[in-house]
């Protein structure tokens, strides 16, 4: 045990680690106490076409490393495409947050029902936040964005939720498209275990607080976000959905403050365990590494007029974001995908630069 090399995804371990042995421990008897029931399978395959969201981003991130090989963007209010294992390979259409008021069974999403801000927290750093306030002024939702600059591929969000109406529910609606298409993917939620995948590439979400009313469907009627819109919550449940436009939606155990962990590997077991990693370490420390890389990166940057060294720094920070970290030196134009609004993004051949 002491000499052997240990990969889970693209992260290394060598030798006694406590952390790893406790995980991997952990784990293994947490899969093993899952019920071991027949899995409900999704009708209604293969679903709607796959669509990517807008080119027109309003943020890009990275860490500084070159370790880190995850990148999010960021628009019209939510998480948009992450790239994963380089800048050419999206694997999600959108992550969002949807209010529900089970009284009334209004619905309400981040996309579509919130007036949008987005806030850059350093000039030192591709640290943004989203600020979503409902046009109904009921609610609003505070997300922070970084990944772990470490060799975990894996972006972290924290999350705040705030309302006067206490009774107000907070689910998430993941729509992965895993491998630069939507259509041939498929996903499972036990537990706290929430997975979607195809080919090689798996990714894990996993919530710090929890989540219960989990679904897994094919987008169109009867899926997660329809039955919210008909029922005020999921009524009819399904533990995977195999090979079609997929999309996972579940009830946040614990909206007012919590952290979401999106991790990536080359396998289901790796995805999973970066994940309890990276929520092990927790969102506070992966910022300030994530913080700190960049800061570090800004120094070597060299002076302009003063009243441009800040947007000359954010567009250095941009560009170096833009370059991909299998083969340094090579850069996209852009970590969008500008022709991706064609009829579908159904197969891998819609994909950005």
Not at 154 to 164: A, G, I, Q, W, Y
């Amino acid at each position: 045990m002491n000499t052997d090399k240990h990969r889970y995804g693209s992260r290394k371990f060598r030798g006694p680690s406590c952390i790893f042995l406790f995980l991997s421990v952990f784990i293994c008897v947490y899969l093993w106490l899952l019920p071991v029931f027949a899995q409900t399978m999704a009708p209604g395959g293969p679903g709607k076409d796959a669509q990517w969201a807008t080119a027109g981003k309003q943020a890009v991130g990275t860490s500084a490393t070159s370790t880190s090989k995850v990148w999010f963007t960021l628009a019209q209010g939510v998480m948009t495409e992450v790239y994963y294992p380089d800048v050419t390979t999206a694997n999600v259409h959108l992550l969002q947050f949807v209010v529900v008021d089970p009284k009334t069974k209004k619905v309400e999403t981040e996309q579509d029902d919130a007036i949008h801000e987005i806030k850059i927290l350093r000039p030192d750093s591709l640290t943004f936040q989203q600020i979503n306030k409902a046009k109904s002024g009921k609610w609003t939702i505070t997300k922070t964005y970084v990944t772990n600059p470490t060799e975990l591929a894996v972006v972290l969000m924290d999350v705040r939720f705030e309302s006067k109406n206490k009774s107000l529910n907070l689910y998430y609606y993941f729509d992965p498209s895993i491998g630069n298409s939507g259509l041939h993917d498929s996903s499972f939620s036990r537990g706290d275990k929430i997975v979607a995948f195809d080919g090689k590439i798996y990714a894990s979400l996993l919530f710090s607080g929890g989540v219960d009313e989990q679904t897994n469907n094919f987008l169109g009627d009867g899926d997660g976000l329809d039955q919210l819109r008909t029922f005020g919550k999921v009524t009819n449940r399904s533990d995977e959905a195999n090979n079609g436009n997929v999309v996972q939606v579940g009830k946040i155990r614990t909206p007012s403050r919590f952290t979401v962990i999106l991790s990536f590997a080359d396998n289901e077991a790796g995805a999973f365990v970066l994940a309890v990693i990276a929520k092990t370490e927790g969102f506070a420390k992966a910022r300030a590494d994530y913080d700190k890389g960049w800061a570090a990166y800004i120094k070597t940057l060299p002076k302009v007029d003063r009243k441009y060294q800040a947007q000359f720094n954010m567009a250095a920070m941009q560009l170096k974001a833009n370059e991909d970290k299998t083969h340094p030196g090579a850069n996209v134009a852009s970590l969008t995908i500008p022709w991706g609004g064609g009829a579908n993004a159904n197969e891998n051949n819609v994909g950005g630069y």
